[in-house]
């Protein structure tokens, strides 16, 4: 298979599983486990059966930014990295509708947050932190005083 076949393919897996969780979201359907254990997992196998047969890299390490940015410019690397942006955001992603939902926190929290991860998934997590700290916070506060 095609370094660009799995490429095509694994994007329609994560995509998927996107779409899962913010139908999720909206509706009583309960695509999260799959979007979240399934799919990351699946996705987490593709990368470590390409990961293994990768080794050992050649032209590149971890060791500096000068050869880091070597490595990366191999396309099967760069697709490995890739493979490990997706699964992780994904399973991030299906770790927070499950939070939202078990703390019963508003989409408007939730949406933003998932979108951000889709994208940027670090800021996307940093941002359901903090809505998610905030709206808590509220929430415990204005209970505290109602009593």
Request: one cysteine or more.
């Amino acid at each position: 298979m095609s370094n660009n076949t799995i490429y095509l393919f694994v994007n329609c897996l994560a995509m998927t599983g996107w779409a899962m969780l913010f139908l999720s979201a909206f509706t009583s359907l309960r695509y999260h486990w799959l979007a979240g254990r399934v799919l990351p997992l699946a996705l987490a196998l593709i990368y470590s059966v390409l990961m293994i047969s990768l080794m050992p890299f050649e032209g590149g390490g971890f060791d500096s930014l000068a050869n880091l940015t070597r490595l990366f410019a191999q396309s099967e690397i760069a697709l490995v990295g890739w493979i490990h942006y997706l699964a992780f955001d994904l399973f991030i992603g299906a770790w927070q509708l499950e939070t939202a939902k078990r703390e019963r926190l508003p989409l408007l929290v939730l949406l933003p947050s998932l979108t951000l991860t889709v994208f940027f998934g670090p800021a996307g997590l940093l941002f359901f932190l903090a809505t998610r700290y905030s709206y808590s916070s509220k929430v415990v506060g204005s209970e505290q005083r109602s009593v």
